[in-house]
């Protein structure tokens, strides 16, 4: 059965640290694996990564995956408040279209 | 409006009542996608549809839950005799056809309270 697993699924960390969000998979078939930052209702997307070792980058949040270990990291740098939200990592298996969700880190920036 | 947009944003129902939750997608987008998202979960696959073909209803819950696309456009997931499980943030997504699963356009969601 496909999965995805997030760690930790809660953060609590002070404004200016760095966190490094956790993302594991186990699918048949891989096509891309996604980041989202949810902090209402709608996920918006963050980043799509298909490539090992290749850094995908946006401001502060980097992210890179290791295909070969079946894993990704989301790392924030300079946390800010309003990087306070849920990080969800999803994989696209490539059939069809249809993502798979992990459960989410929350993480939460103390000011 | 440019984006996805559902209603009603917010349901509550009785135990045992059918609700319907509406769906309109961004205009021209193909491939249309509900996920359910219990409370401190992720979302999670319900069904797909590609115009008004559902190629995939393997994540319905049961069969009390049903999805139509008519016209290829909007698309209404219906739920008969509520469950207090059910209670969950109901989430539509659009995305054009052929260009990847990460431009999935996701609407504001449904939050839907059985009582």
């Known amino acids: 059965e496909d999965k995805v697993v997030q760690s930790p699924l809660s953060l609590v960390v002070h404004e200016g640290d760095t966190v490094t969000l956790n993302c594991s998979y186990e699918?048949?078939?891989?096509?891309?694996l996604l980041w989202y930052k949810q902090e209402k209702k709608a996920p918006t997307f963050l980043f799509m990564l298909?490539?090992?070792?290749i850094e995908k980058k946006s401001g502060r949040l980097s992210s890179i995956l290791d295909k070969k270990e079946l894993f990704s990291i989301l790392n924030i740098t300079a946390t800010q408040t309003g990087d306070s939200a849920i990080y969800l990592c999803a994989v696209e298996p490539g059939r069809d279209d249809k993502i798979i969700f992990g459960k989410g880190t929350r993480l939460h920036i103390l000011p | 409006g440019a984006g996805v947009s559902q209603s009603p944003r917010y349901k509550v129902a009785k135990r045992g009542q059918d609700v319907a939750l509406r769906c309109d997608p961004i205009s021209g987008h193909v491939s249309l996608f509900w996920y359910q998202q219990a409370l401190g979960q992720g979302p999670e696959f319900l069904t797909y549809?590609?115009?008004?073909?559902?190629?995939?209803k393997s994540g319905l819950p049961s069969d009390r839950f049903f999805a139509e696309r008519p016209e290829g456009s909007v698309s209404t997931l219906k739920i008969q005799r509520t469950q207090q499980e059910d209670s969950a943030v109901y989430l539509c997504?659009?995305?054009?056809?052929?260009?990847?699963?990460?431009?999935?356009?996701f609407g504001p969601g449904t939050r839907l309270t059985v009582t």
């Open positions: 699918v048949t078939n891989f096509r891309s």
């Open positions: 298909t490539s090992s070792g």
């Open positions: 997504a659009s995305s054009s056809l052929g260009e990847g699963a990460y431009e999935q356009y």
């Open positions: 549809f590609q115009n008004e073909a559902q190629l995939d």
